[in-house]
């Protein structure tokens, strides 16, 4: 079995998605290696990053004390197994098969930026807000007055 543990140096980090390394630990060969990752600059692209690195590693499973659901949810949805590291536990010690199997994204914590904005790089959201350029905005007064100039419109009085 392979797994990754997020780390800093050598112990377990608190929060899996903010971890600056990544342990790959591989049973069969009983080998591991810290994979240092790199910062990024929207919250997006970094998750992005450790599944691509879980990817190119073929992890099995992950090891969490902290985990987002958003984050959560698309290591669940790549088959990949996460378990629970209690507080306190140590970097060598951690081992899949002593450690709670993690099966449900309600475990994660809620996003703490999801409701406040998009991320930085806009990718997935859907929501219509002062980045999005096709949302709808109200125009100026000066604005419509010389729009009026403009295309030579004369302004409609209501009721007659």
Known sequence: MIYAIPCDQNSPFNHFAKAPQLMIVDDTTATSQRIDVTKTEGSCGHKKQLLALLRENRVDAVIVRNIGQNMLAAILEKKIAVYYAPRGSQLTSLHPNHLLPVTDVSFGKPSA??????????????????????????????????????LKVKAIVEGK
């Open 113 to 150: 930026n999801k409701s406040k904005k998009r991320c930085a790089s806009q990718c997935g959201s859907k929501k219509v807000g002062k980045h999005n350029k096709l949302a709808p905005r109200m125009l100026s007064p000066t604005t419509i007055e010389a729009l009026k100039k403009v």
